[in-house]
């Protein structure tokens, strides 16, 4: 777990420039990279066999705070790069503080000076736009729209005083005039400011909800998503009932707004939540590039913006995208997706009318985040495979080989020789479906010896476990687990149980699954049965291990069968789905027989049985799953006389912060399964 973790990579909306997060050991950075400005510098790279990418850290915090860093972004001029630093409040409005700190803790935009790196407090707030034609940032505080300048010395201020929670701020191309979304509860309006005249208009008001705007190329039309009003009933996490939505297109010269494509009213219809940003977004020629998942794969297509002919199929059926960029014309899509390779991830780019698919990477390595920089030339990625840990890398748009930047912070003694090549694995659970899996077997086990086992389940549920490193930075800290383990001499075997993505909407809404009957369970049996038929597997010290869902599924296969499983560590599982988790709602708490339901899918249904040693590691800030969950698993535990151990952490959130965090807890769940699994 020394090895940096990259994330959030932006390039410069001209030029070369480029700039990502680097996670050092709990030591959040911004880093940034550009092609050298002289002959000789370039000749110098290149004939080192180099791209040309001189990298360099920007910011300099030097501690494991737990303040993370998001929102990236350059200034039109690449002369800044704005940022958040500190995470969001809780339920109570604290801003989260692992490290205890008396002075405690918050959430503000800061601009760091790419020349020098000098850092500058713009305000407290989060989600920053910054304008594509000055160093102005609108951005959100207290629910309201607010607008600050990096150079000017001016005061921020709010940008206008609107009813509802005001959001989602997007310039228009000229930095003329900002859309936003402004919700009111039970309704959505998307709006206009014009910062000229000094006036909102909103787009088509009704009683729908309208989100997501987008402003054509020349600034002329906004499309945006308006889902049929649902009334105050919320909608709950893991509903299959049809959500559909439709793609509106509103002219600023006063014509209105017009509908050109909706969806099936079907569950298969529903608004693809997982797309996120790229659910819409303008290309050439008038041309709108739109995800769904209406026939079952979640997938690009492409539609006029003038209406008349159906979308058209972008990218392939089969398989899943992930993340989607342009090339500086808008006629070409870069995207990584699961496609020709379910269990990895790799680049491809095609046209936006669709058509042909060129494949731009392939192998055991995996790559992601594509983005192009900002004179089209090239195409930089994040990018691991088995052994490597993710690194950016950078290639020619026109193709070719691609070539690491800043692998000098890899550290020196980081053990890729040591590390194991997962094996894919297909399970085949009870009622027929099938599972993949990925296997870690040690080496130089002896003839006739049997090796304790363990499972592991990721979280979300709706996440997807890879034949490496993993692209989120929780699952990177996951998988670098499941290796320390497998050097410990157990065989891990990673489980991408039903509900989680990367095999279709189908697979990862499967009926009955989580509160609704836990049938992914049969899952983590099918993996069971599997490590006892294996001749050098100990079929009696099976372990589980998991976080959030997976430490539900790690709770639920404890409780329901102590027989399989000799021990477990469960991350911030929950426990009881009958009551509130969450501030989502998981569960028609309304419903008498959904409770019951979700009651008898719970760990907490079965505990009579539960007999198997556990250890609970927890942050008491958690904001995704409450604490509480576990404070009455140990109440019942200690009524059984269960064997149970226990890590609190106090001010720690779900997706631990603090890096030495990550690291006790592992070190904790090393040593449980040491004791229990190998009499240590």
């Known amino acids: 777990m020394s090895s940096p973790f990259p994330s959030d990579l932006v ?37 080192q066999g180099r791209i040309p990418f001189d990298a360099k850290q920007l910011t300099h915090y030097t501690e494991d705070d737990g303040q993370e860093i998001e929102g990236l972004a350059f200034t039109h001029d690449a002369d800044w790069l704005v940022f958040v630093r500190g995470g969001g409040r809780n339920q109570s409005g604290e801003y989260p503080n692992p490290t205890s700190d008396p002075a405690g803790a918050t959430q503000a935009i800061y601009a760091a000076a790419w ?14 736009a910054v304008s594509p034609a000055d160093d102005r940032v609108v951005y959100s505080k207290g629910n309201q729209l607010w607008i600050a300048s990096i150079n000017e010395d001016q005061k921020p201020r ?66 945006f998503v308006r889902q049929p009003a649902r009334g105050p009933q919320p909608r709950l996490i893991f509903d299959d009932a049809p959500d559909p939505w439709a793609i509106m297109i509103a002219d600023l010269s006063g014509a209105g707004a017009r509908e050109i494509w909706h969806s099936r009213n079907n569950a298969a219809g529903s608004a693809p939540y997982m797309a996120d940003e790229n659910i819409l977004q303008w290309a050439a020629d008038e041309r709108l590039i739109f995800a769904s998942e209406q026939d079952n794969w979640l997938r690009l297509y492409s539609v006029s913006a003038k209406g008349g002919a159906p979308p058209v199929p972008v990218t392939p ?23 020709g390779d379910i269990d990895r991830r790799h680049l491809s780019r095609v046209s936006i009318y669709g058509g042909r698919v060129e494949a731009i990477t392939s192998g055991e390595q995996m790559e992601w985040s594509p983005v192009v920089t900002g004179d089209g030339a090239n195409i930089i990625f994040l990018k691991s495979d088995q052994r490597v840990p993710a690194l950016p890398y950078a290639m020619s748009v026109s193709g070719g080989s691609s070539h690491i930047i800043a692998v000098e912070q890899m550290p020196p003694d980081f053990p890729l020789s040591q590390l194991m090549t997962p094996k894919q694995v297909l399970l085949k659970a009870a009622d027929g479906m099938e599972i993949h899996a990925q296997l870690f077997i040690p080496p130089n086990i002896r003839e006739g010896e049997r090796i304790p086992a363990i499972i592991f389940m990721h979280g979300g549920p709706i996440r997807q476990m890879l034949l490496g490193w993993h692209y989120l930075y929780y699952y990177h800290n996951a998988y670098a687990f499941n290796q320390y383990l497998a050097s410990r001499r157990y065989a891990v075997l990673s489980v991408n149980y039903r509900s989680g993505i990367g095999y279709g909407r189908n697979f990862r809404m499967a009926a009955g699954r989580g509160a609704r009957g836990a049938t992914e369970y049969q899952d983590i049996i099918a993996a069971a049965l599997y490590l006892r038929r294996r001749g050098d597997i100990n079929p009696a010290k099976i372990g589980l291990w998991g976080g959030s869902y997976g430490g539900y599924l790690t709770a639920l296969g404890l409780a329901r069968n102590s027989d399989l499983f000799a021990a477990g560590v469960d991350l911030h599982g929950v426990h009881d789905w009958s009551q509130i988790i969450s501030v989502a709602r998981w569960v028609d708490y309304d419903s008498p027989q959904a409770l019951q339901t979700a009651f008898q899918s719970s760990p907490v249904a079965s505990i009579a049985r539960w007999r198997s040693p556990v250890l609970l590691i927890h942050g008491d800030d958690d904001r995704n799953v409450s ?34 965090h990550w690291l006790q807890a592992y070190h904790a769940a090393s040593d449980f399964f040491d004791s229990q699994l190998k009499g240590r």
């Open 627 to 660: 604490f509480s969950q576990s404070v009455d698993l140990v109440r019942r535990l200690r009524e059984q006389n269960v064997h149970f151990e226990q890590l609190v952490f106090p001010d720690e959130i779900h997706d631990f912060l603090l890096h030495r």
């Open 158 to 223: 709010q940008l206008f005083v609107a009813r509802g929670s005001n959001s989602s701020p997007a310039w228009s191309h000229d930095g003329k005039m900002l859309a936003f979304v402004s919700s009111r509860g039970d309704h959505s309006f998307v709006g206009v400011y014009d910062f000229a005249n000094n006036n909102i208009t909103y787009l088509s008001p009704s009683v729908d909800r309208d989100s997501t705007p987008r402003w054509s190329l020349d600034d002329r039309k906004v499309a």
């Open 115 to 128: 020349r020098d790196g000098k850092v500058k407090r713009l305000d407290d707030g989060n989600s920053p």
């Open 317 to 339: 059926t089969g398989c899943e995208l992930q993340d989607v960029t342009y090339t500086h014309d808008r006629r070409s899509i870069i995207y990584s997706s699961n496609c």
């Open 11 to 47: 390039a410069a909306p001209t030029g070369e420039r480029i700039a990502w997060l680097f996670d050092a050991q709990g030591r959040r950075n911004i880093w940034v990279a550009q092609v050298p400005k002289t002959e000789a510098e370039l000749i110098a790279r290149n004939g």
